[in-house]
């Protein structure tokens, strides 16, 4: 199981995902987004955390998608968050 983040290193996380926020429980995005388009953005990053135990959980609400990145350890942020969050972010970039 990864080991948990700490506090300086998810802040150091954080400051190279722009628009990212978050704690030592978990990491989110909120992205602006035609709801017609939710399904395609979802699709890449199930693609890109199929081999991953981490998963991104996301709340649609028209015209907004947020992805919420947890860790399959409960309260912790992990090194494979910061990198699912990296794809995510790589991923709504596809769209732009």
């Not at 979802?42 to 955390?49: A, E, K, P």
């Not at 996301?58 to 912790?76: I, K, M, N, Q, Y």
């Not at 910061?82 to 995510?88: K, M, P, T």
Request: aromatic share 4%; hydrophobic share 45%.
């Amino acid at each position: 199981m990864p080991e948990a983040l700490s506090d300086a290193e998810i802040t150091r996380a954080l400051g190279g995902l722009a628009r990212w926020r978050g704690d030592a429980t978990h990491l989110s995005r909120t992205v602006r987004l035609p709801a017609q388009e939710h399904s395609t953005l979802i699709g890449l990053v199930q693609r890109d955390v199929a081999d991953l135990s981490d998963h991104a959980q996301f709340e649609r609400r028209p015209d907004e998608l947020t992805f919420t990145v947890t860790t399959g350890r409960p309260g912790a942020v992990t090194a494979p968050d910061v990198w699912l969050a990296e794809r995510i972010e790589a991923a709504i970039a596809t769209l732009a």
